[in-house]
C-alpha cells in the first residue's frame, strides 16, 4: 500500500510539473507541439538518469526510485517509459521486438486517438 502511495505523491508533482510546463507562453501559431516535445524527451533524459542512478547503486531506496521513474515521471510524460523500455530491448539485442513495439506503439496509438473521437461524435 506505501508503494501506491509513493507513487501517488510522485505522479502529483510530475502531473503538476507538465501542467506548469504546459503554462509558459510561447509564439502563437507554432504547427510543432513543442511544449509536449519537450516534456517527452526532458522525461526520457531524467528516467534514463534515474534508471542508471539506481542500477548502478543498489544502496538507493527502491521507494525512491518507485517515486521518481513511475511517479514523478510516469505523471510528468509517459512517454519517457516507453522510450527507456525501447532503449532497453535495443541494449539487449531484441532490435525486431523494439522496432515492432514502436511502430505498433506509435501507429495504434494514433488510431486509438481517432477510433476514440469517432466513437464520441
Known amino acids: 500500500m506505501i508503494?501506491?502511495?509513493v507513487v501517488g505523491?510522485?505522479?502529483f508533482l510530475g502531473s503538476v510539473c507538465r501542467y506548469l510546463v504546459g503554462l509558459i507562453p510561447l509564439k502563437e501559431g507554432?504547427?510543432?507541439?513543442?511544449k509536449t516535445f519537450v516534456i517527452?524527451?526532458?522525461g526520457s533524459f531524467l528516467i534514463g538518469i534515474i534508471a542508471a542512478a539506481a542500477a548502478k547503486n543498489s544502496s538507493?531506496?527502491?521507494r525512491v526510485v518507485l517515486l521518481l521513474k513511475v511517479g514523478v515521471c510516469g505523471g510528468f510524460t509517459t512517454f519517457s517509459s516507453f522510450a527507456l523500455e525501447s532503449g532497453e530491448?535495443?541494449?539487449n539485442g531484441n532490435l525486431y521486438v523494439a522496432v515492432t513495439y514502436v511502430v505498433l506503439s506509435v501507429v495504434l496509438g494514433i488510431l486509438a486517438v481517432f477510433t476514440g473521437e469517432a466513437i464520441i461524435k
Open 30 to 34: 507554432l504547427t510543432f507541439p513543442v
Open 40 to 42: 517527452n524527451i526532458l
Open 60 to 62: 538507493v531506496n527502491p
Open 3 to 5: 508503494e501506491c502511495m
Open 89 to 91: 530491448l535495443i541494449k
Open 9 to 11: 505523491l510522485g505522479g
